[in-house]
């Protein structure tokens, strides 16, 4: 499992920067400020443009030290689109299960048109719904990773107990929360959860009184469904629907 997903990496799109040159009265001319970033072997397609001390980093250069820093991996995760990159590690191990739906993974992320920093997360997947990440802020011991320092990943599976705690705490208080009908234009409004979702919700009120876990299983399980550019563009809206929903939970005191 690691080799084949260390072959995959490999396999990811390498590139390198371009000087730029700007015409001018008829002139091409240097630009000593800004370069580009391609795809190697595709000058044609410019990823972006960047300060001229903009520090390249391959994706093989941000992913392959993590993965090699996990003994043994049950599951993974990869999927490119133009200059981003996603991974989530699922490492072997009983320690590493919630319960029998639900399992503790690593999420590592990085793009070359600056648009993500080089970063690391927690991620729990479900047989329930969507895969989620994790808010660092929600778990003691979270840190950003920076470049040259992906070895953090081992410090990340030492507090895999924290985690675990934290995401069990976070179920139990969204299922004691009742949401009112009358919280519903609220809610609709700080998460931007959409008017199609939100009319999902007020068919639940006409049989009971949700509690705030079953409104976010729905959610979640909502956004998932639509489709989109790229697994990329999936991910980045439901960790948005997600952050917005922790935040909603935390104005409230939950």
Known sequence: MKEKL???????????LRGIAVKQD?????NDYFIAVIEEGKPEFVISVVSNKYQLVQ???????AVENIEKINNYFLTYYK???YLEIYPEGEEFLINSKERVGLALKNSVDKAWAVNINFVISSKDFPTITLPSKLIKGLRKVHVGNMTVAKDFLNIVNDVKEAWKRIVDEFQNYQL?????EEFTKQTKIGARIKKKIEKIYE???PNLWEIFVLVIKEIGKRRYKSEIHKKEKIERITNAIFNYALVLSI
Request: aromatic share 12%; hydrophobic share 30%.
């Open 6 to 16: 260390i072959e995959e990496i490999n396999n990811l799109p390498k590139f390198e």
């Open 26 to 30: 008829d002139k091409y001319i240097d």
């Open 59 to 65: 994706f093989k250069d941000v992913f392959i030290p």
């Open 83 to 85: 200059g981003k990159a």
């Open 180 to 184: 009112e009908e009358s919280e519903l």
């Open 207 to 209: 049989d009971h009184k």
